[in-house]
């Protein structure tokens, strides 16, 4: 075969891929067309809350899809009426929009509180966002990421959306103006290397934004569906954002998302919002089953003991080899590695079968399935380890 013509030729280059060709998953467990299996700690980038097809949601796909697979958003359908419902019994928000993917529940958030500005707030619609945040890949909100790297694509981007530094409340005062109408944030910065926003914060933050009428908007599409060992995060922090977004888990890998807000920000309006396949009942169908497990407090309790777990094992990774901190929260973690060895340390573990994450050139951030078991943190301990050592041993003769 000419390289022309290799199927890897089909599809568009966004991403350095390695070779493997990925055909079955179970678990916390993928296996590639050669049969070599891999142990899975980025799970799609915290997508698969219980793992590679699990049972729950491979039944209610199958058997959805034979009921109804999409009547149209123009139409009212059971599966989305009861995710919605469970959504707003869960939570503290009283309003549901389904979307396909985190960034699109974004862009529903930011055009939410644009609206709001418009109705209420005499137009205000810039909204303030964070150096070092990612909120996703469509132009407004690359905008409202304050990602470096994007910083130089796609100009001109969408304009209103200042950045303040995260746990810096006198950075966000700052850029409060009366154009301003809502604050938005991800809880733990995930992309850029798990760093999270102290509740000491949020609380501030929630306090700051009610005292000048703005809208608190969470953006929990990393952190929600139990990754931190609460159902959402805020639940940490016991405040209340007016909107929240979440995507990621809440299909437990198929693309559904989510933008919730409360009924005094449930602004839009007919012809406002909208998309062909938002809120199918196959997506919405898969949400219910994940939520029905994920919300258990039991389960939240087991997320809460695994990210412990974990934590601890890092921390004696990190003593043993000498480097950083770990910091995160629950299931979403990160081992500091103080010098940019991350790149390498992925594709040597990749070589191992483990597959790990390095969001930065001196960090890996580790998001199993929320249901990963002890010995499968075990085993990627001792992988970790295993490179770690050859990486020292590698720098020494260096
Ligand atoms: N927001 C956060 C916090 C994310 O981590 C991501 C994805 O990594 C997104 C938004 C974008 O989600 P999606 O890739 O589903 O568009």
Redo the contacts with the bound molecule.
């Keep these: 075969m000419t390289n022309a013509t290799h199927p890897f030729k089909a599809l568009m280059e966004i991403t350095a891929r390695p070779p493997a060709v990925f055909v079955r998953g179970e678990g916390s467990f993928l296996w590639d067309d050669t049969g070599k299996r891999y142990l899975d700690f980025i799970q799609g ?2 997508v698969n809350c219980l793992g590679h097809s699990p049972p729950a949601v491979a039944e209610v796909l199958a058997a959805q899809a034979q009921r109804l697979i999409t009547p149209s958003p123009a139409y009212y359908n059971d599966a989305s009426l009861k995710l919605a419902k469970a959504l707003v019994d869960q939570s503290c928000f009283d309003r549901v929009f389904f979307a396909n ?4 529940a ?1 862009e529903g958030a930011i055009k939410l509180a644009r609206k709001y500005g418009a109705l209420h707030r005499n137009g205000a619609h810039e909204i303030i966002t964070f150096e070092g945040g ?4 469509t132009l407004a ?1 690359m905008s409202a990421s304050g990602k470096t790297a994007f910083a130089p694509l796609f100009e001109p981007k969408v304009s209103g959306f200042p950045k303040a530094r995260l746990n810096d409340l006198a950075s966000v005062k700052e850029l409060i103006s009366d154009k301003t109408v809502a604050v938005m944030l ?1 809880p733990i910065q ?2 850029a290397g798990v760093w999270p926003a102290t509740d000491q914060f949020l609380r501030e933050l929630r306090e700051l934004t009610r005292a000048n009428g703005l809208l608190l908007i969470f ?1 929990e ?2 952190t929600g569906i139990g990754r931190t060992g609460k159902l959402f995060h805020y639940e940490h922090v016991e405040i209340a954002p007016d909107i929240m ?1 979440l ?2 888990g809440i299909g437990g890998g198929v693309p559904l ?1 989510a933008l919730l807000a409360t009924e005094a920000v449930s602004c839009f309006e007919h012809g406002d919002q909208g998309g062909t396949f938002n809120g199918n009942p196959l997506m919405c169908a898969a949400g219910f089953a994940v939520l029905q497990q994920v919300a258990a407090p039991d389960f939240l309790k087991s997320v809460a003991d695994a990210g412990l777990y974990l934590e601890g094992e890092l921390k004696r990774l990190s003593v043993r080899h000498a480097l950083g901190e770990v910091r995160g929260r629950g299931l979403l973690l990160a081992l500091d590695l103080k010098v940019p060895i991350a790149a390498s340390i992925v594709v040597q573990a990749f070589d191992d079968g483990v597959l790990l994450n390095a969001p930065q050139p001196n960090a890996l951030r580790f998001m199993p399935a929320l249901n990963v078991a002890r010995e499968e943190i075990g085993l990627m301990i001792d992988c970790l380890d295993a490179v770690l050592i050859r990486t020292g041993a590698a720098r020494r003769v260096a």
């Excluded at 993917?101 to 699109?104: H, I, L, P, R």
């Excluded at 990612?134 to 890949?137: E, K, L, V």
Aim: glycine residues 18%; proline residues 0%; charged residues 25%.
């Design positions: 980038w915290a993917s985190g960034a699109e974004n990612f909120h996703g890949r909100t991800e995930g992309e953006d599409i990393q977004t995507g990621k998302a």
